[in-house]
């Protein structure tokens, strides 16, 4: 078994990871090095070849490959060391990685810290019970997405997409550029489960209809997929009698959201977070195990790479803290917040800096605000929605002005 000593071990190497890293690095964190399960750098960013990514972050807009990119050339550029085609398998509680490398066997990494960066899983069939047979053609979207764009396969000639979520909306335009008919984007909800930009740019400029309340009840077919049975639903989300519906298609494909990628910290016994389902931090995105640092989506699932790799660099700072301060959980406040807020992360603050608190709304709201009692502080939205995540800056001096043990967001209508 090969044995390494270091500082820090990024597991994970997407923009979180990567961003980490390098910010990591820039801090003085030089003895520290990158797993990667897959053959190349990069995270999921490689086969997202559509442009929209780094507008907040760079300032311009550029394509999944062209962002990524510019994280792994500076990588490389520092000598950042780095192992591809690598699976970590455990973390112990003392901060140990075990991880396979096909070449160089089992690997056990000794380090002082941890960045947890592995991103998120999609949703499957199986994951929101849609009833039927089990042909070929049924696929999730960030496959679709891989085997169009990395490995150059089509998926089928006729295809129906379940579920509204950005990668969904993606795929349907690019589905359509390559001469696939989208029969239709089938979301249960009465509103789309994507950003808005990308249900005009991908749906409404390519004249691909938007079932919005609308559930999909069988899928039928012996060796591939001949139709998908849908339904109208309520309010409360029960089919409507009479508005069954078939669509014939050969591909089905399912955007129904992601779910962070944590079972590496399953034994470590890390409080998780019920309504995000990553790991509950302070605003330095550490975890309740000191040692281990949480940040992209295998914290939370977010809308835009910006936000993550902003997240990420925070992480690292964190980490830098630390190993050379030490951090007293004495100090941080806890975050709570009303019923009509889904999460807010990070779920404690330390205040010793400013923070960025992300956070989503449960459904649709119009001329609302929200607020935090403990400071007098609050924001006017025209309209907010739960698919398009929130971002809150907070000044370390408004923090301290809080005399209490928690910070409590609401959003409250306006009177």
């Excluded at 096909?102 to 960066?117: D, E, F, H, Q, T």
């Excluded at 997405?145 to 969904?168: C, H, M, R, T």
């Excluded at 339904?231 to 508005?243: A, C, F």
């Excluded at 129904?256 to 034994?267: A, D, I, K, R, T």
Aim: aromatic share 8%; hydrophobic share 40%; charged share 30%.
């Amino acid at each position: 078994m090969i044995e390494r000593k270091v500082d820090l071990v990024v597991i994970g190497s997407g923009p979180a990871g990567l961003a980490a890293s390098i910010k990591a690095y820039k801090l003085g964190l030089t003895n520290q090095v990158v797993i990667e399960r897959e053959k190349y750098l990069g995270g999921v960013l490689p086969q997202c070849i559509h442009p929209g990514f780094g507008l907040k972050y760079f300032k311009e807009e550029l394509t999944g490959p062209e962002f990524i990119q510019r994280f792994i050339d500076k990588v490389e550029e520092i000598g950042i060391g780095t192992f591809t085609d690598t699976t970590a398998l455990k973390i112990s509680r003392k901060g140990e990685v075990i991880a396979v490398n096909k070449k160089l066997g089992v690997m056990k990494i000794k380090s002082k810290a941890v960045i947890l960066a592995t991103g998120a899983r999609e949703k499957t069939r199986w994951d929101v019970k849609i009833p039927g047979d089990r042909p070929a053609g049924v696929f999730t979207a960030g496959l679709v997405q891989k085997l169009i764009n990395i490995e150059g396969y089509l998926p089928g000639k006729e295809a129906v997409i379940i579920g509204s979520g950005d990668v969904g909306l993606i795929m349907a335009r690019r589905l359509t550029l390559e001469g696939v008919k989208v029969k239709g984007v089938i979301e249960i909800m009465p509103y789309p489960g994507g950003l808005q930009r990308n249900i005009v740019q991908c749906l409404q400029d390519f004249n691909i209809p938007l079932y919005l309340s609308h559930a999909a009840t069988e899928i039928r077919g012996r060796e591939r997929v001949e139709r998908i049975k849908i339904v109208k639903v309520d309010e409360n989300l029960n089919p409507l009698k009479g508005t069954e519906k078939e669509i014939k298609c050969d591909t089905v494909i399912f955007s129904v959201g992601l779910v962070p990628e944590n079972e590496l910290v399953s034994e470590i016994g890390i409080e998780m977070d019920s309504n995000t389902l990553g790991p509950v931090v302070n605003d330095y995105f550490q975890t309740t195990a000191p040692f281990l640092f949480s940040c992209g989506n295998s914290l939370v699932i977010f809308d835009l790479v910006d936000y993550v790799v902003e997240n990420a660099e925070t992480a690292a700072e964190g980490v830098n803290f630390y190993l050379k301060k030490g951090m007293k959980k004495a100090e941080e406040r806890k975050v709570s917040f009303n019923k009509k807020i889904k999460f807010v992360v990070p779920q404690r603050v330390t205040c010793l800096k400013d923070v960025s608190f992300y956070l989503r709304v449960k459904k649709p709201e119009e001329k609302v605000f929200l607020s935090i009692k403990e400071i007098n502080w609050r924001k006017y939205f025209q309209k907010i929605k739960p698919n398009e995540m929130v971002k809150v800056n907070l000044k370390r001096e408004e923090l301290l002005k809080i005399k209490g043990e928690k910070i409590t967001f609401k959003l409250v209508r306006k009177s």
